[in-house]
Antibody, heavy 113, light 112 residues
Framework: EVQLQESGPGLVKPSQSLSLTCSVTGYSITSNYWGWIRKFPGNKMEWMGY???????SYNPSLKSRISITRDTSKNQFFLQLNSVTTEDTATYYC???????WGQGTLVTVSS | DVVLTQTPPTLSATIGQSVSISCRSS???????????LHWLLQRPGQSPQLLIY???RLESGVPNRFSGSGSGTDFTLKISGVEAEDLGVYYC?????????FGAGTKLELK
């Protein structure tokens, strides 16, 4: 069974970096695409970006140069880094397989001083 | 970016009632490869989103067949034929044809 699990700090200070890990079991991240999606307070969902089976990446231009998605294939994990966060980055962050068939449980990240 | 407009924003239904949700795109979602990357998700309270329908009308494995999807180009519909209590939550359409992928604003299905 494919399972994804996000982990990382639940509280980040403004101007600092947000770093999350997605651990995948039951499926190799060297196959398919793997992405990060966030849900803001309310219902708005935003696709942030993905990393492909080959390691190439694609990001939402709205995040400009603040975002980086990397991976560690030996641990079957991929990572999100979002720099220079503001309170507007407060959201529940999900990792998901690129076809959206599998999602992590989500992790709430609050940006606050 | 492609804008997906979902209507209605809120839907009140009784158990057993059939309901539909509309998703209209600001541009055609037909990809040059012939696929239309329009999918439907359900997020139940306290849970992660779940894929219901992919590529407009294909039912994800394990999803009850009371869910169906239809449409083409810019107009798409999700239909639930006989709402059950477990169907309550927020429904999203999402497109993967044009980067960046985008989501509709959501339709909240609640019991009348």
């Amino acid at each position: 069974e494919v399972q994804l699990q996000e982990s990382g700090p639940g509280l980040v200070k403004p101007s600092q970096s947000l770093s999350l890990t997605c651990s995948v079991t039951g499926y190799s991240i060297t196959s398919n695409y793997w992405g990060w999606i966030r849900k803001f307070p309310g219902n708005k969902m935003e696709w942030m970006g993905y990393i492909s089976y080959s390691g190439s990446t694609s990001y939402n231009p709205s995040l400009k140069s603040r975002i980086s998605i990397t991976r560690d294939t030996s641990k079957n994990q991929f990572f999100l880094q979002l720099n220079s966060v503001t309170t507007e980055d407060t959201a529940t962050y999900y990792c998901a397989r690129g076809d959206l068939a599998y999602w992590g449980q989500g992790t709430l990240v609050t940006v606050s001083s | 970016d492609v804008v997906l407009t979902q209507t209605p924003p809120t839907l009140s239904a009784t158990i057993g009632q059939s309901v539909s949700i509309s998703c209209r795109s600001s541009q055609s979602l037909l990809h040059s490869n012939g696929n239309t990357y329009l999918h439907w998700l359900l997020q139940r309270p306290g849970q992660s989103p779940q894929l219901l329908i992919y590529l407009v009308s294909r039912l994800e494995s394990g999803v009850p067949n009371r869910f169906s999807g239809s449409g083409s180009g810019t107009d798409f519909t999700l239909k639930i034929s006989g709402v059950e209590a477990e169907d309550l939550g927020v429904y999203y359409c999402v497109q993967g044809t044009h980067a960046p992928y985008t989501f509709g604003a959501g339709t909240k299905l609640e019991l009348k």
